[in-house]
C-alpha cells in the first residue's frame, strides 16, 4: 500500500489492511511518511516510495491509499525506468494518472477501484486475476480483444 497523493485515515487504513490480509494478502505496511500540506508527504518522499515498490521484486503489486491531489507529480523517467516489471497497481480517482502513464510508457494493463472495496468483490474477478494469474498481454488493445493468456501468480 502507498499514499500517492493525499493522506488516508490511520483507521481506513488499519481496516483495509485487515481486509486485505483477511483476503489472503501478504502486506507491507505503508511507509511512514511526514504529511505536508494536502499531500501525504512531499514530492520527493511519495515519488521515492512508488519507485522503491515498482522495483521491488518481493512486491506483487502496490494499492493506493486513497486519492486526492498530487500523483502527477510523480510522473517521469524515473517512474518509467522503476516499472520493469509488471505488477498489480489498483487504485482510483487521483492515480488514475499514474495508471495511465503505466499503461502509455509501459504497456502496462492496471485496476481502477477502491482497495476497501475488495471484500465485497470477493468472488469477482479482481482478486481471483490478483492472486492467481499473469496478462502475458502487452497493451490494452489484446486485453480488450481478448486475445491475451494468463500464467502463474500476477
Do not use: H
Not at 483476503?23 to 505536508?36: C, R
Not at 487504485?91 to 485496476?111: A, E, N, P, Y
Not at 502487452?138 to 480483444?145: I, V
Request: aromatic share 10%; net charge positive; proline share 4%.
Amino acid at each position: 500500500m502507498f499514499a500517492p497523493a493525499s493522506p488516508g485515515s490511520e483507521a481506513k487504513v488499519t481496516a483495509g489492511i485487515a481486509e486485505l490480509r483477511r483476503l489472503g494478502f501478504v502486506v507491507e505496511l505503508p511507509a511512514m511518511q511526514q504529511p505536508e500540506g494536502y499531500f501525504a508527504a512531499s514530492t520527493e518522499a511519495r515519488g521515492a516510495e512508488l519507485v522503491r515498490l515498482l522495483g521491488d521484486t518481493k512486491v506483487d503489486g502496490v494499492i493506493g491509499v486513497r486519492g486526492g491531489y498530487g500523483s502527477n507529480y510523480l510522473l517521469g523517467p524515473t517512474l518509467a525506468a522503476a516499472a520493469r516489471a509488471a505488477k498489480v497497481v489498483l487504485g482510483f480517482s487521483d492515480l488514475t494518472s499514474v495508471q495511465i502513464f503505466l499503461w502509455q510508457q509501459c504497456g502496462w494493463v492496471t485496476f481502477y477501484g477502491r482497495w476497501w472495496q475488495l471484500g465485497s468483490m470477493q468472488e469477482r474477478a479482481l482478486p481471483v486475476a490478483m492472486m492467481n494469474s499473469r496478462c502475458s498481454c502487452q497493451s490494452a488493445n489484446r486485453l480488450q480483444g481478448g486475445k491475451f493468456r494468463c500464467r502463474g501468480k500476477l
